[in-house]
């Protein structure tokens, strides 16, 4: 069965430091990761995406990386401010043709709080 | 949220009622999602449709309803027979190529009184 585990379940930082959001999938074949945030009560807005040749993309303070073969993702947020509060979730695409877009797998998320 | 808009943004219903929630894109998209999401829990498919006038059951169909008449719009009905309907419901859109990126709503969040 597809999986998409996500760790810590939530994270409590102060401004200005740095923290790693973990993401380890069991999807297979894999054909690309996402990571979204999600602010609360809001819909989740796209990070990064990759694809199972790449090895990290950033986007601003946010940088993921991914491993295709340990089938692990992480990503870092760099000198965190407050509008970093909101959940982050990971969400996996299986590799294949037809019906792609229906199997997504997405984490349970990881909450972030930034705090003064 | 992107060029899609979902409403209302907050939804009371009686049990015993039926419910539609809006879904509207301008983003001409293809594809378009209709996912809940409940604490603890990831994103759960409920319909999808690539075209049209067609769509198909996701993960967790029974309960709820679609209709797909036009392009821009993918309206959610929440039936009675939903027996746990309490939930932040959140429609997307994509391209027609399955691994693109899926753009969100703000969402609806849909409460059984």
């Known amino acids: 069965k597809n999986q998409v585990e996500q760790s810590p379940q939530s994270l409590i930082i102060l401004e200005g430091k740095n923290c790693t959001l973990q993401c380890n999938y069991t999807v297979s074949p894999f054909s690309n990761l996402r990571w979204y945030k999600q602010d609360t009560g809001r819909g989740p807005v796209s990070l990064t995406i990759?694809?199972?040749?790449?090895n990290t993309k950033s986007n601003g303070r946010y940088t993921a990386t991914l491993d295709a073969d340990t089938k692990q993702s992480s990503l870092h947020i760099t000198a965190s401010q407050l509008s970093d509060s909101a959940s982050y979730i990971c969400v996996v695409t299986p590799g294949g043709n037809t019906g792609t877009a229906s199997k997504l797998t997405f984490g349970t998320g990881t909450r972030l709080q930034v705090t003064l | 949220d992107g060029g899609i808009t979902q409403s209302p943004k907050y939804l009371f219903r009686k049990e015993g009622q039926n419910v539609t929630l809006s879904c509207e894109q301008n983003l001409n998209h293809d594809a378009m999602y209709w996912y809940r999401q409940d604490p603890g829990q990831g994103l759960r498919l409920i319909y999808y449709?690539?075209?049209?006038?067609?769509?198909q059951k996701g993960d967790i169909a029974e309960g709820y309803s679609v209709s797909r008449e036009k392009k821009e719009s993918f309206p959610l009905t929440v039936t009675s027979a939903q027996k746990n309907p309490t939930a932040f419901y959140l429609c997307a859109s994509s391209s027609f190529r399955g691994a693109d990126t899926q753009y969100f709503g703000p969402g609806t969040r849909l409460t059984v009184l």
């Open positions: 449709s690539q075209i049209v006038n067609d769509f």
């Open positions: 990759m694809t199972f040749s790449e």
